[in-house]
């Protein structure tokens, strides 16, 4: 699929398509990006959901190792000298953020392992004194997805249909997933933009079973 240019008045908003989710990659690979790689990934994250009208994007990779305290700096140093992120207190962690414009912020989170990420969320809201009696869905959904606010729509999965991304756990509830079986590195706005159009003549179901 050739890349094409489509004039801003003709491009098509999608109701119901907020928060996109792309699952690709592991820690690993995401570190031996160069800056310049991740300028162009990022860039291609936002061409992909132009015309979605998607206000948030998250990024995630699929599965493997978590980065290590050093390789995490070196991470973060590159993604901070593309110049489009900063790294943004969100309450219980610290995340990544492109806010793009006033409507449409990529969140960029190298959290491999799900299970952990949630356990350290709600420790986090343990030790800032978070009363237990309060906790409830909608307030897990805000802390495990800052700073976006809605839970994810359309989750993108690079990698086989066999296999669910290691990074998720809570945002699979209510989504709906579009496989792709590429390679990280071979990432396209084009991949993003089929997942959309695939979303879009769905029925969703909202975690329920079609009657």
């Excluded at 098509?12 to 790689?37: I, K, N, Y």
């Amino acid at each position: 699929m050739g890349d094409y240019c489509v004039p801003q008045s003709a491009l098509p908003t999608f109701p119901g398509l907020d928060h996109v989710v792309v699952a690709g990659g592991t820690p690993a690979q995401w570190a031996e990006m160069s800056t310049s790689d991740w300028t162009q990934r990022l860039d291609a994250l936002a061409a992909g959901v132009k015309s979605s009208g998607a206000h948030w994007v998250t990024l995630l990779p699929h599965h493997g190792q978590e980065l290590s305290t050093e390789e995490a700096v070196k991470f973060s140093e590159k993604l901070l000298s593309t110049s489009k992120v900063v790294l943004e207190d969100v309450g219980h962690c610290e995340r990544f953020v492109w806010h793009r414009t006033a409507k449409q912020s990529i969140i960029v989170d190298p959290s491999s392992d799900g299970h952990r990420r949630f356990a350290s969320v709600v420790e986090s809201m343990r030790k800032q004194g978070v009363d237990p009696q309060s906790v409830d869905e909608d307030l897990l959904t805000e802390a495990l997805l800052a700073p976006a606010n809605q839970d994810a729509d359309l989750v993108l999965v690079l990698g086989p249909p066999d296999r669910m991304p290691e990074s998720m756990v809570w945002e699979l509830a209510y989504c709906e997933i579009v496989f792709i079986d590429l390679d990280w590195s071979a990432f396209t706005a084009n991949h993003l933009e089929l997942a959309i159009d695939d979303f879009n003549r769905r029925h969703r179901r909202f975690g329920g079973l079609d009657s």
